[in-house]
């Protein structure tokens, strides 16, 4: 059983409360628009960490960190990107290898908008945690933690970080 924090989206935007939101996690992912490194690194310091560059990250990031990432574990295949969409929203190249080899759990950033939406045709989870850093048009700035056990995934919650602008 691994418990899993999620965010996306931080655009360089450090929260000390990710500290204390991710404590109980034993892994983080970042699906993109990192924006700075020292968010990477702070990341990086609390707990493992998986993350996907993004739209606007630079080349420093982009060397850094893959564009997709596909991986197993606790039993759940994953597959983590930025820009992806969600069920009707895909665009043609994501919905193409979805559509060939998808994935228990579809992550991805880049909207701002928190979903989790299960898509039928695929049998798929689709999850974007919204954004955590300042930056866009998010009202309220999320992140999410979740469980993987033994081929589940389960205990998702939405965590509220407060206004999307400060």
Same mark, same amino acid.
């Given at each position: 059983?691994?418990? *899993? $924090?999620?965010?996306?989206? #931080?655009? &360089?935007?450090?929260?000390?409360?990710?500290?204390?939101?991710?404590?109980?996690?034993?892994?983080?992912?970042?699906?993109?628009?990192?924006? +700075?490194?020292?968010?990477?690194?702070?990341?990086?310091?609390?707990?493992?960490?998986?993350?996907?560059?993004? @739209? *606007?990250?630079?080349? +420093?990031?982009?060397?850094?960190?893959? =564009?997709?990432?596909?991986?197993?574990?606790? &039993?759940?295949? /994953?597959?983590? #990107?930025? *820009? %992806?969409? !969600?069920? $009707?929203? !895909?665009?043609?190249?994501?919905?193409?290898?979805?559509?060939? @080899?998808?994935?228990?759990?579809?992550?991805? %950033?880049?909207?701002?908008?928190?979903?989790?939406? !299960?898509?039928?045709?695929?049998?798929?989870?689709?999850?974007?945690? &919204?954004?955590? $850093? #300042?930056?866009?048009?998010? /009202?309220?700035? #999320?992140?999410?933690?979740?469980?993987?056990?033994? %081929?589940?995934?389960?205990?998702?919650? /939405?965590?509220?970080?407060?206004?999307? =602008?400060?």
């Amino acid at each position: 059983m691994l418990r *899993i $924090g999620l965010l996306s989206d #931080t655009h &360089g935007w450090w929260d000390d409360r990710y500290k204390t939101f991710f404590s109980e996690c034993d892994e983080i992912w970042h699906a993109g628009d990192i924006g +700075d490194a020292s968010v990477a690194d702070g990341l990086e310091a609390l707990k493992p960490c998986r993350m996907v560059c993004g @739209n *606007i990250d630079g080349q +420093d990031l982009r060397l850094r960190y893959p =564009k997709d990432q596909r991986f197993t574990l606790e &039993g759940v295949t /994953v597959w983590m #990107t930025h *820009i %992806g969409g !969600y069920p $009707g929203k !895909y665009s043609a190249d994501i919905y193409a290898r979805l559509s060939r @080899n998808a994935p228990q759990l579809f992550v991805c %950033g880049h909207s701002h908008i928190c979903k989790v939406m !299960y898509d039928r045709r695929l049998n798929m989870l689709v999850v974007n945690p &919204g954004a955590a $850093g #300042t930056y866009g048009q998010q /009202v309220v700035r #999320t992140m999410i933690r979740f469980t993987l056990d033994a %081929g589940q995934i389960r205990d998702m919650e /939405v965590i509220e970080l407060g206004p999307g =602008k400060i």
